[in-house]
């Protein structure tokens, strides 16, 4: 019943007291929230916390949330937050919204999902690439290829313009096919691949 609802209509259900459409959001969505709360702070513990109470928070103030058509942006943006906050007592006051430092955006092979054995040098070379890119460009990269991210929300979520955010993945794509060689038509499927997962 709730797959084959949109997004907008998924949400009005929540909004409307809907516990098993904001279960199935929660099942939808989770191993992307996780991913990359993960690498925003790489701890278990603090990230299932953000985002458990990310969905408590959505269910008891479900009457005044407003209505979004993507989901999967207000839930990343959402949880970024949480986690920021969470980590204020921490980190303050060197917010990575300012600088990429403390978060790990490096990936492993498993990540980037390329399964066949026959491709596990091609892939760690592709994993070698990718993981020299500076912070802010591996963020760019995975909110829009392996999040799904259009532009216009991955400048959102990383508060940027959307001219700066096309020119930092200019900048890391332009990286990506200096570097590999003949990987450069891999690492696109890869991170289609990756990006079909984590849906």
Request: charged share 25%.
């Amino acid at each position: 019943m709730y797959a084959s609802l949109n997004d907008k209509e998924l949400w009005i259900k929540v909004v409307e007291g809907d516990k098993h459409a904001l279960s199935f959001i929660y099942t939808q969505h989770f191993p992307a929230l996780y991913n990359y709360g993960m690498k925003i702070h790489a701890d278990e513990t603090i990230v299932k916390d953000c985002i458990h109470d990310l969905f408590v928070t959505l269910w008891f103030s479900r009457e005044r949330l407003s209505i979004t058509d993507t989901i999967r942006f207000y839930l990343l943006a959402s949880l970024k937050r949480k986690i920021i906050r969470s980590l204020k007592p921490l980190y303050v006051p060197q917010l990575f919204d300012q600088s990429m430092d403390k978060a790990d955006f490096s990936y492993s092979p498993e990540q980037i999902m390329i399964v066949d054995e026959t491709e596990r040098e091609q892939q760690q070379k592709l994993v070698q690439v990718i993981n020299q890119l500076p912070r802010r460009q591996q963020e760019v990269l995975h909110l829009r290829y392996f999040q799904g991210l259009d532009t216009k929300e991955t400048a959102a979520l990383m508060s940027l313009s959307v001219n700066a955010t096309y020119v930092l993945l200019s900048q890391a794509l332009r990286f990506l096919k200096k570097h590999s060689d003949k990987l450069v038509t891999i690492i696109f499927w890869a991170l289609q691949q990756g990006f079909g997962r984590l849906r």
